[in-house]
């Protein structure tokens, strides 16, 4: 008999068990901040009497001001209705 033969074990060795299988699931959600969610302030009225006055470059300043503020107030009020 050869030595290699004499030296090996009598019983095979164990079956390994199978690798386990791993399941992932992935889930998305739309979560808005509260900031977003939250009613927006109405919108300040002025008082009566009030008068603005300026030089056509700080006018034209703050009609520009207003204008980007009511394209923000719009795009706080899509995303409110985005997130319902």
Do not use: Y
Not at 78 to 84: I, K, M, V, Y
Request: glycine share 8%; hydrophobic share 40%; with cysteine.
């Amino acid at each position: 008999m050869l030595a290699a033969c004499a030296s090996s074990p009598s019983k095979p060795p164990p079956q390994r068990a199978p690798d386990p299988v791993i399941e992932t699931r992935t889930e998305v959600r739309t979560v808005c901040p509260s900031e977003v969610t939250a009613p927006l302030a109405p919108r300040p009225e002025p008082a009566a009497g009030a008068e603005l006055t300026g030089n056509e470059l700080g006018m034209a300043w703050l009609g520009a001001i207003l204008s980007r503020l009511g394209l923000v107030e719009g795009r706080m009020h899509d995303a409110a209705e985005a997130c319902q």
